[in-house]
């Protein structure tokens, strides 16, 4: 069965305190990883997607890494307006309809 | 640019009473999605939509049924909700084929049943 489980919970951090959430994965194959972010009251937004072991990926103060069984976003000096949910999403291979499996999140507050 | 739209925001139901949820988008996407969002479940597919006409179950079907009339529009009813089904709903649509289209969210609809 797929399974994606993301690490820790909840994290609060201090600004410009750097640190990284995990997003580790269980899958037949793997086609794409996801990374979204969500603020409270909206729907998902796409951050990242990665592909293959070794691979990363930058945004502003993010960046994603992939290995073959888990995934990390890296947050370096954090601003209060990172704050949000991150949510981490495994597309397996020959997944009918484009399908995503969801961890259930990591909450983020950076506090200034 | 609207991208996915969700209606209503908010609904108060009772249990017993049915309604319907309703997802526009505006990119021409072929494939949408319907998912819940629970308290520390992370979201859940419910039923998808590879096309205009079909549809397909997901993790969590029952309860529910979908239509997909139009190729923008994509229902999802409850014909009798449950207190089991108080949820956040959120629609998702896609291009087909490619990974590396991700899916883009509507900003869901927060549905209480008494």
Same mark, same amino acid.
């Given at each position: ?8 919970? @909840?994290?609060?951090?201090? +600004?410009? /305190? ?9 899958? =037949?194959? %793997? ?21 293959? @072991?070794?691979?990363?990926? +930058?945004? /502003? ?9 888990? =995934?990390? %976003? ?39 | ?114």
């Amino acid at each position: 069965e797929d399974q994606v489980t993301q690490s820790p919970e @909840a994290l609060r951090l201090q +600004e410009g /305190e750097s640190s990284s959430l995990n997003c580790s994965y269980t899958v =037949s194959g %793997l086609r794409g990883l996801f990374w979204y972010r969500q603020d409270p009251g909206k729907g998902p937004e796409f951050l990242f997607t990665l592909y293959s @072991a070794g691979e990363e990926k +930058e945004k /502003e103060r993010l960046k994603a890494t992939l290995t073959k069984k888990e =995934s990390f %976003l890296h947050i370096t000096a954090p601003k209060p307006e990172d704050s949000a949910t991150y949510l981490c999403a495994v597309q397996p291979n020959m997944e009918y309809g484009n399908k995503l499996v969801f961890g259930a999140g990591t909450i983020l507050r950076v506090k200034s | 640019n609207a991208g996915v739209t969700q209606t209503p925001k908010f609904r108060v139901l009772k249990t017993g009473q049915s309604m319907t949820l309703l997802c526009a988008q505006d990119m021409n996407h072929e494939y949408m999605y319907w998912y819940r969002q629970d308290p520390g479940m992370g979201l859940r597919l419910i039923h998808y939509s590879v096309g205009e006409g079909t549809t397909a179950k997901g993790e969590v079907p029952d309860g529910y049924n979908v239509s997909r009339l139009k190729k923008q529009n994509f229902l999802l009813g409850l014909e009798s909700a449950a207190p089991s089904q108080t949820s956040v709903y959120f629609c998702a649509s896609s291009y087909p084929g490619q990974s590396d289209q991700p899916q883009h969210f509507g900003d869901g609809t927060r549905l209480s049943i008494l």
